[in-house]
Nanobody, 117 residues
Framework: QVQLVESGGGLVQPGGSLRLSCAAS????????MGWYRQAPGKQRERVAL???????NYADSVKGRFTISRDAGKNTVYLQMNSLKPEDTAVYYCNAPYSGGYRYSWGQGTQVTVSS
């Protein structure tokens, strides 16, 4: 069973940057699209970025131009570079592979991102 481990979160001031990492326990990126998701308190989980197995990316309107998803297949890791962070970006961030209306893998523990002055 594939395990996903997110890391890189923390407390950052508005306008700051963070780079999140999602490490998979084995090679999966060549066959799966991978997404970064976030869940803020009292809100539903939402997808913020996606990278397909072919390398195509897309982003939620709320993060377009500020966040960049990328991957390193050799390291089985997907990244989320987050720039110009806003307080509304505060959430727990997760990664997973969307599949047939659901998700292919169990959720990891996520990584907390807090944007506050």
């Amino acid at each position: 069973q594939v395990q996903l481990v997110e890391s890189g979160g923390g407390l950052v001031q508005p306008g700051g940057s963070l780079r999140l990492s999602c490490a998979a326990s084995r090679s999966i990126f060549s066959i799966n699209a991978m997404g970064w998701y976030r869940q803020a308190p009292g809100k539903q989980r939402e997808r913020v970025a996606l990278i397909t197995s072919g390398g195509t990316t897309n982003y939620a309107d709320s993060v377009k131009g500020r966040f960049t998803i990328s991957r390193d297949a050799g390291k089985n890791t997907v990244y989320l570079q987050m720039n110009s962070l806003k307080p509304e970006d505060t959430a727990v961030y997760y990664c997973n592979a969307p599949y047939s209306g659901g998700y292919r893998y169990s959720w990891g523990q996520g990584t907390q991102v807090t944007v506050s002055s």
